[in-house]
């Protein structure tokens, strides 16, 4: 599997250098996608159980928001 590719833009000279990430980079990339996907997940379970509980009340968000302002 190949590496995805880091874009190094010096501004000073202007320079633009693509390379692949080091093992190192890699390795953190990919801590930092399951970690982007674990987030996501949780969020969008959230907004689910939220949209569940409004529909069980029979209310919509706007008038859950009147309610708690």
Known sequence: MTKPM?????TETN??????????????????????????????AKAQAKAALLERLGITQD???LLLS
């Open 15 to 44: 320079e633009i250098i693509d390379r692949e990430m080091t093992d190192a980079e890699f390795a953190q990339y990919e801590i930092d996608q399951a970690d982007y996907q674990a987030r996501k997940t949780e969020a969008e």
């Open 6 to 10: 880091i874009r190094v833009h010096n």
């Open 63 to 65: 008038e859950a928001n």
